[in-house]
C-alpha cells in the first residue's frame, strides 16, 4: 500500500525460529520468521534487516512496536517492485 511516506509493509512476525527469513504471506501480511526472541526490540531489529535486505532500500518500523503484527515503511521504492522482491505479488 503507498502512503505519503512511501510503501507500506503489513508484516505478520514469527520469533524464536531457527531459519530466518520472509516466508511468505499470512493473509494479506508479509510472513517474516526471525531468529530473535522477542524481548528489547531485538525481533524488531531483525525483521526491519530482513525487510532492508530484500528490498535493497531502508524501511522504518512506524507501528506495532509489540506484538505480531507490525507496519513498516520502505521509500524510494514502488509497490510492484516491494510486493515481487517480498514475493507477494
Known amino acids: 500500500m503507498k502512503n505519503g511516506d ?4 503489513y508484516v ?3 520469533p ?12 494479506e501480511k508479509v510472513r517474516v520468521r526471525v531468529g530473535a526472541p ?4 531485538r525481533a524488531n531489529k ?3 534487516d530482513l525487510l532492508t535486505s530484500a528490498l535493497g532500500v531502508k524501511v522504518e518500523h ?6 505480531r503484527a507490525k507496519v513498516f515503511v520502505a521509500a524510494d ?4 517492485d516491494a510486493a515481487r522482491r517480498l514475493g507477494a505479488h
Open 6 to 9: 512511501g510503501v507500506a509493509i
Open 12 to 14: 505478520w512476525v514469527v
Open 16 to 27: 524464536g525460529v531457527h531459519k530466518p527469513g520472509i516466508s511468505g504471506l499470512h493473509g
Open 38 to 41: 522477542p524481548e528489547g526490540g
Open 46 to 48: 531483525e525483521v526491519a
Open 62 to 67: 512506524t507501528r506495532g512496536m509489540k506484538g
Open 77 to 80: 521504492i514502488d509497490v510492484e
